[in-house]
């Protein structure tokens, strides 16, 4: 089969939209001008695309108002998944399970945003890392998040099968595979921090433990460079150190990035122990929900809305490469002013 011509893949999607179920007959449908700007094509070719759909029934032409839903669809039954999605997430991982789970699976399952609905299976990858696991071909794309060596080979062998696979935050080279990158969350944290005037930041990271925690701290020394900011004694740490030293980095840094709510519990700890305050004294953004707002403790998170969207305009169509995630960043009341200044360690 050849490749779609520009105005084919917009009426593909169009029509995939009318399926869905959301519109009823003679709701009003986007503008000419809309549809320009969300496919970044001509007038022409959107066009083009509608008049097939019209011709189709799918659409029809109201004079003085506008394109609006066809007749085709009067009975507006809810479009029911037809594609499966299998999520595989490390099994050890909260942040991973919990949040894949809870945030990004409701969004698929339920198509809002969405070209339809999926069906979605949630597994753990040390499940596939075995021999007696194998995926059943029913698959109609696997999202792999961070899976190791030993499942690397069923996923090379399902994309040979003809299979689409996402891999989430993965060095390992995979040809035919696309992967989804987390891009800019140690910048913009370390940029909402030094516009509110602190100057002494740092990042607390679990040691020799997952590689992500290593990627952080990498970003987090490119950010601070960015900036021409000083990293202070202590500033770059986990939990270990802050038991071992009894939290003496918290009298020189004002404002911390945790990478995880184990350290987080720490820092909360040791914040307790020397009489200091979140956002009061301690400015804090967590890359996991610390499940208190009125602690006033930030939180960096995936945008798994954006996810979504990928993995749909992967499976309508599909091109290996490698995508920047972006993060959303929650400050809430993380804004504490900083007590001391730079010169106070340097001079």
Not at 39 to 54: C, K
Not at 106 to 114: A, D, F
Not at 308 to 330: C, K, S
Request: net charge negative; charged share 25%; with cysteine.
């Amino acid at each position: 089969m050849g490749k779609l011509n520009l105005y084919e893949n917009i009426r593909d999607k169009l029509m995939l939209e009318l399926l869905n179920g959301k519109f009823r007959t003679g709701d009003l449908f986007a503008t000419d001008e809309e549809l320009c700007a969300r496919f970044h094509a001509g007038r022409n070719t959107v066009r083009h695309a509608v008049r097939q759909l019209v011709e189709s029934g799918y659409l029809t032409y109201r004079r003085h108002v506008g394109i609006c839903v066809g007749a085709k669809y009067t009975e507006n039954k809810p479009h029911q998944p037809d594609r499966k999605v299998l999520l595989m997430v490390p099994s050890w991982s909260y942040v991973y399970g919990y949040k894949y789970e809870s945030l990004l699976m409701p969004v698929l399952t339920s198509g809002e945003g969405l070209s339809q609905p999926y069906e979605v299976e949630l597994a753990a990858i040390e499940e596939f890392e075995g021999p007696d696991k194998n995926f059943s071909g029913s698959e109609d794309i696997v999202l792999a998040v961070d899976p190791g060596e030993k499942c690397i080979g069923k996923l090379r062998d399902f994309i040979a099968s003809g299979g689409k696979v996402l891999i989430f935050h993965n060095n390992t080279e995979l040809p035919g595979a696309c992967f989804i990158t987390p891009a800019g969350g140690c910048r913009s944290v370390v940029r909402y921090f030094y516009d509110l005037g602190h100057r002494n930041i740092g990042i607390i990271c679990h040691f020799g433990g997952h590689r992500e925690n290593w990627n952080w701290m990498t970003d987090f020394i490119k950010a601070m460079n960015e900036f021409s900011l000083p990293i202070l004694p202590g500033a770059i740490c986990d939990g270990r150190m802050l038991h071992e030293y009894n939290g003496e980095s918290l009298d020189r840094v004002t404002a911390w990035l945790c990478v995880n709510r184990r350290n987080l519990n720490n820092l909360l700890e040791f914040s307790r122990k020397k009489n200091l305050k979140i956002p009061d004294d301690l400015s804090v953004i967590c890359t996991d929900e610390s499940g208190n707002p009125s602690l006033g403790i930030g939180n960096l998170s995936w945008d798994f809305q954006y996810l979504a969207r990928m993995i749909d305009e992967q499976l309508n169509n599909y091109v290996p490469a490698t995508y920047p995630l972006p993060h959303i960043l929650d400050p809430r009341e993380s804004t504490a002013p900083p007590r001391q200044s730079p010169k106070t360690f340097f001079s």
